[in-house]
């Protein structure tokens, strides 16, 4: 309290001069007032500030291009299909199973809840599930298109779906069909590989390499490359000319 009042004795003064030498508009000086003490409130004080994401540096996104394989096309595999119902091939295992040994399996929750509870706010889930599944939350801010999206399970499902950055279908055709069945479990529920995003947007997609396909938003594209190709390194996925020459013109 006896802060709070020597800031005001402060301010006034600050204010007085200010409102003399003409720096502050003496019809409004309760502008900074209003300012000053909602910056230097105990509660302010108490709150810690959380720094805004990093952006991906050009230098990592070249050191990336030189780690990852550039091939001139990709070859067509015949097989991928991504259902398991009967009689399908199911080559990346049952949609979000929480049995792979992607980080986050069994914890008892399948994978696309846990990408809705990790990358949404004000998440609310159903008490019955253990905590697990998301019944609400916002997605602040949608990354492909900048937008706030609000989750409501059973309503507004389908307007945020869970986006494979490296699509399954091309990492099939850039060599997951030769991994062994589990790898390619973990590659499907792989955390660095999964994002939040748009409905709308992720079916326009579709199976699309960067080349073909960036975000509309284009303040996230340096990120978007960047992750595919983290993703492209760490499962050694090879890229196309096509692609080296989108992401060293966009970023």
């Given at each position: 309290m006896r802060r709070l009042i020597r800031l005001a004795i402060a301010i006034s003064?600050?204010?007085?001069?200010?409102?003399?030498?003409?720096?502050?508009?003496?019809?409004?000086?309760?502008?900074?007032?209003?300012?000053?003490?909602?910056?230097?409130?105990p509660a302010a004080a108490d709150t810690p500030h959380k720094p805004a994401d990093p952006q991906p540096s050009t230098d990592h996104t070249r050191r990336l291009l030189s780690d990852v394989r550039v091939v001139n096309t990709m070859p067509e595999v015949a097989g991928y299909e991504r259902?398991?119902?009967?009689?399908?091939?199911?080559?990346?295992?049952?949609?979000?199973?929480?049995?792979?040994?992607?980080?986050?399996?069994?914890?008892?929750?399948?994978?696309?809840?846990?990408?809705l509870r990790q990358q949404l706010t004000?998440?609310?889930?159903?008490?019955?599930?253990?905590?697990?599944?998301?019944?609400?939350?916002?997605?602040?801010?949608?990354?492909?298109?900048?937008?706030?999206?609000?989750?409501?399970?059973g309503s507004t499902s389908g307007d945020v779906e869970i986006d494979h950055v490296f699509p399954l279908e091309q990492a099939w055709h850039s060599g997951a069909s030769a991994w062994p069945a589990a790898t390619r479990v973990r590659f499907a529920n792989d955390p660095a590989n999964l994002l939040a995003v748009d409905g709308g947007r992720n079916s326009a997609k579709g199976s699309k390499p960067i080349s073909e396909w960036l975000p509309p938003n284009q303040a996230y594209r340096c990120d978007y490359i960047t992750r595919y190709l983290e993703v492209a390194a760490t499962y050694q996925l090879p890229i196309t000319a096509a692609e080296k020459t989108t992401a060293e013109r966009t970023c």
């Open positions: 003064a600050v204010l007085g001069i200010g409102v003399a030498t003409g720096f502050i508009d003496p019809h409004h000086p309760t502008d900074v007032i209003g300012r000053s003490l909602s910056a230097l409130s259902s398991c119902r009967k009689n399908k091939a199911c080559v990346f295992g049952p949609a979000w199973t929480d049995d792979s040994t992607a980080p986050l399996s069994h914890n008892g929750c399948d994978t696309r809840n846990d990408v004000q998440v609310v889930t159903d008490p019955k599930s253990r905590g697990c599944t998301v019944i609400s939350g916002v997605l602040d801010p949608d990354p492909y298109t900048g937008a706030v999206i609000e989750f409501r399970k």
